[in-house]
């Protein structure tokens, strides 16, 4: 049934192409990006899980455990 559906759609080809172009072209311009961090943000975004949220929005949460 699947394949009589996907038959009927004019230039089905297409979608399947046009889809590795735009995983193709996010993957890409991720790489990029992440060539493009300077040594300090690399280090800086490290170290985010690590630090602690004294003075964030979590204060006054009271935690039951």
């Known amino acids: 049934m699947i394949s009589e559906v996907l038959s009927s759609i004019k230039d089905v080809a ?10 193709f ?3 890409l311009g991720v790489v990029v990006w ?3 961090l300077q040594k300090s943000e690399v280090v ?4 985010l899980p690590l ?5 964030s929005d ?7 455990g």
């Open 44 to 47: 800086r975004m490290s170290r």
């Open 25 to 27: 072209t996010a993957f």
């Open 51 to 55: 630090e602690d949220t004294t003075g």
């Open 58 to 64: 979590h204060e006054g949460e009271q935690h039951n």
């Open 14 to 23: 297409i979608y399947p192409i046009v889809t590795l172009l735009i995983f």
């Open 34 to 36: 992440t060539f493009r």
